[in-house]
């Protein structure tokens, strides 16, 4: 017995060169790209069983960005581009404690000596950065393992070097 009726895609010459665009891009996130292939599949009148069967993700998977597109179709491309409606949704939970500017901050004392700050060591550690940003009154409260976690998010790591920052990433 089959489930319910997959919603229907038909999408324009443009919405199409856009997904396309980005399944082929070299440099499109790998999660995004599938998301692209999902409403292409769509597209082509596949059900979400053979999507599913093709691109091996789950179902529901498969029901969330085919609704998801049909629910962002109605804007024009020119408003909302189509990597801007395959992008993940605001997460649930409670907002993030540490501000932009404190981030900002916080990488920018990364990047100095930690002589600078009248530290006597070489290189950061996490639980030295994390003491430093307490001391200057950036944030209140941090932990080492968080301080380090902002920083690795940043492209920024605690190393060995005599530098904090590495602008390999």
């Known amino acids: ?13 443009a919405e199409k060169e856009a997904l396309e665009k980005l399944v082929k891009g070299h440099k499109t996130a790998q999660q995004l790209a599938l998301r692209a ?10 059900s979400n069983s053979q999507i599913v069967g093709e691109l ?10 085919r609704s998801r597109w049909a629910l962002f179709q109605p804007i024009p491309l020119a408003e909302l581009s189509a990597l801007e409606r395959l992008e993940d949704g605001p997460r649930p939970g409670a907002p993030g404690r540490i501000t932009a500017d404190q981030r900002c ?5 990364a990047c100095e000596q930690p002589q600078k ?6 290189h950061w550690t996490n639980r030295e950065i994390a003491a430093e940003i ?4 950036i944030v209140a409260e941090i932990s080492p393992r968080h301080a380090g976690r902002l920083l690795k998010r940043s492209g920024y790591q605690t190393t060995p070097d005599p530098l904090l920052a590495d602008p390999r990433r």
């Open 1 to 13: 017995m089959p489930g319910p009726k997959a919603i229907a895609i038909k999408l324009s010459v």
């Open 37 to 46: 292939q999902i409403v292409l599949g769509a597209d082509q009148g596949k």
């Open 117 to 122: 700050s009248g530290r006597p060591i070489s």
């Open 105 to 109: 901050r916080i990488e920018q004392l």
């Open 134 to 137: 307490m001391k200057q009154g």
């Open 56 to 65: 091996e993700v789950s179902m529901n998977t498969v029901r969330l960005w």
